[in-house]
């Protein structure tokens, strides 16, 4: 399973971003899928998750009512709409895919970072 990920960048606080993450692969549409974000010097941390239909999601109490996860089942991406973001949302954004995903520690399969700064 490959994870591509992409939209990260540089943003002024209060401003907003679309993260994207296409799978490849031997992905399986039963895959749940999901973000991590880590700050270097600390812990890779769960952002959000959305189970194989989209009907559940997941969000950390440090983003929820701010980042909406999504995917488009039939071209195997996953989406993380971040709105009123702010500088301590800065860090590398891991795509993830996996049944372990739901879990909200770990996953199956990891994609590259994509590098998000809020920063004015």
């Known amino acids: 399973v490959q994870l591509q990920a992409s939209g990260g960048g540089l943003v002024q606080p209060g401003g907003s971003l679309r993260l994207s993450c296409v799978a490849s692969?031997?992905?399986?549409?039963?895959?749940?899928m999901g973000w991590f974000r880590q700050d270097p010097g600390k812990a890779r941390e769960f952002v959000a998750a959305?189970?194989?239909?989209?009907?559940?999601?997941y969000y950390s109490d440090t983003v929820k009512g701010r980042f909406t996860i999504s995917r488009d089942t039939a071209k195997n991406t996953v989406y993380l709409q971040m709105n009123s973001l702010k500088p301590e949302d800065t860090a590398v954004y891991y795509c993830?895919?996996?049944?372990?995903?739901?879990?909200?520690?770990?996953?199956?399969?990891w994609g590259q970072g994509t590098q998000v700064t809020v920063s004015s």
């Open positions: 993830a895919a996996g049944n372990k995903v739901l879990r909200r520690s770990t996953a199956d399969y």
């Open positions: 692969g031997r992905f399986s549409h039963t895959y749940a």
């Open positions: 959305i189970n194989w239909s989209g009907g559940t999601t």
